[in-house]
């Protein structure tokens, strides 16, 4: 499938495109190839922002927490939410160009700043009901409760996204596609998705003014709360004049516990993507009537027979503000081990979405494959799961073989040796740990 072209952008430009302050002129196509990938070309900033945020809260004796477990979640959820890109375009910009070419009715120019800013309203618009109807209704909520799963909240939170979410948020924009050119929408769609990363953060308190307008850090901290008070509110994307305007908007005032009402308590990728599909099937199963088993799925994920469609506030676990978030010991050379594994995974994960377009079939299995077992081997070192050292043993053997195939290449060169032995001796490692974990468990039975 067709796929979006390279265009740079400059620093300014990448600066002011995370918050949304690019103007009509420089940021307006005439086709949808020629929009740069702003996501794509963000990284570089968010990792910037990502390291000020650790060292000025290294700095302040109240910083953000930052934990490597739920640091490493965090980004493996991003990643996994972006590897249906080598197989397809987004759902939201294919159907959005297939209705402008069926069935407009309406073309606006695309070099006029009106038709910018009124993608720019619709866009924030479409984003707000989506967000909403994905808190109130229980199948969308299955999707996007991997977003509120971290009990932390830094700028890595804004990363861990769900890898389902974007088949069913593409509805909601197909409105503007009756009018608004399809190259001006692959603009905003990216500006609204960048817009949100900076806003999850503690380090900002208050904007004063713009609070009345803007989704601000304060806002967005209420919406990720587990407190009786933040659930169900603030939903906006750039703007929060929607919440205002339809009644779902409260401020910042008790301390905010995050992460979900009943924590799920694991680092393991599959798991924090999927875990709450079995738990849908299994309630509209266990549920007597075909009218609450529909309700099971269209309702909130609150309800119960008897209750309002959104739950019962009552029903939410009571907050006492001294809980902590799950965060299991682990040593710190596993911690330096996971982070090191991580950092030259996502080295190979860049460069399969950088060149998916030019590497063979065969290639792009093979490191998808890769990625995938990297992301939930690493999750079950993590998560301390008795069969994390058979997996991790299995991986490492992948990457020598994926190396010396030239399917991976590092990013320096001259590594390439270091990095082999580095691995070749983590296998061996896992590999006597497996050994020994399997004669311990062989002692025990017998």
Known sequence: MARVEVTNVTVSQGVRMLFSL?????????????????????????????????????????????????????LSAGMMSRLPQ???????????????NNFR????????AWTWWLAFLGVDMGYYWFHRFAHELNFLWAAHQVHHSSEYYNLS?????????QFSSWVFYLPLALMVPPSVFAVHIQFNLLYQFWIHTELVKNL????????????????????PYCIDKNYA?????????????????????????????????????????????????????????????????GWTPGKPRLGDIADIPQITGEEMPHDPAWSPAMQAYVFVQFMLLIDVYNNLLMYQMILSGLTALLLTAYVLLSLTSLGFLIDQRANAAELEMLRCVLIVALQRFGYIKPLVPLLAFLIEVFVLISA????????????????KQN
């Open 428 to 443: 061996v490692y896992w590999g006597l740990q497996f050994v020994n974990q399997r004669t311990n468990r062989m002692k």
């Open 237 to 301: 994307g750039i703007l929060i004049i929607w919440d205002r305007m339809f009644g779902t908007f409260t401020p910042e005032s008790d301390k905010v516990i995050y992460g979900l009402t009943h924590p799920i308590s694991t680092f393991e990728i599959w798991t924090v993507e999927f875990l709450y599909y079995p738990y849908l099937w299994q309630r509209f199963w266990e549920t007597e009537g075909i009218s609450n088993k529909l309700s099971i799925i269209f309702k909130g994920p």
């Open 105 to 112: 009715v309406l073309e606006l120019p695309w070099d006029s």
């Open 22 to 74: 690019m103007t009509p002129n420089e940021s307006s196509f005439a086709t949808v190839r020629e929009v740069p990938t702003y996501v794509n070309q963000a990284t570089p900033y968010f990792i910037g922002l990502i390291l000020l945020e650790i060292v000025l809260g290294w700095l302040k004796t109240d910083g953000p927490r930052i934990k490597i477990n739920d640091f490493i979640t965090s």
């Open 157 to 165: 939170t804004a990363l861990r996204q769900s890898v389902t979410q």
């Open 208 to 227: 004063g003014p713009l609070e009345w307008i803007l989704n601000t850090p304060s806002h967005h901290r209420v919406h990720h709360g587990r407190n």
């Open 86 to 100: 080598l197989v397809m375009r987004s759902l939201e910009l294919s159907a959005y160009i297939y209705v402008w």
